[in-house]
């Protein structure tokens, strides 16, 4: 992940620097919405003749988020870790059937 987000960084500033922090959050809120519309053709519940595109919306949402990780210097694999346990911790029996 730590060469993920050295190689956006690269990019970004390549491209001049960073967006302002609203202006990332507003490029995750599209992309996740652009990941939505193709999921809703890849399900059927839209009507698309075209192929489904969730692959590259998916890349798309996580460089837009990782571009809001770099700009507050997070490092995402440390969140990520922490996360995972938080899940594991919190959530430990949220998905056991209720019917055992």
Do not use: H
């Not at 956006?8 to 959050?25: A, N, Q, T």
């Not at 839209?46 to 990780?69: T, W």
Request: glycine fraction near 8%.
């Amino acid at each position: 992940m730590e060469r993920l987000q050295r190689e956006v960084d690269r990019v970004i500033k390549s491209f001049g620097g960073y967006w302002e922090p609203f202006e990332m959050l507003g490029a995750v809120v599209e992309e996740l919405g652009e990941l939505s519309r193709e999921m809703l053709k890849f399900e059927g519940i839209k009507k698309d003749e075209g192929n489904s595109r969730i692959e590259e919306e998916l890349g798309d949402v996580l460089f837009a988020l990782i571009c809001i990780a770099n700009y507050y210097n997070i490092n995402l694999e440390k969140a990520l870790d922490k996360t995972i346990s938080k899940y594991s911790f919190r959530d430990k029996e949220r998905w056991r059937s209720s019917t055992l």
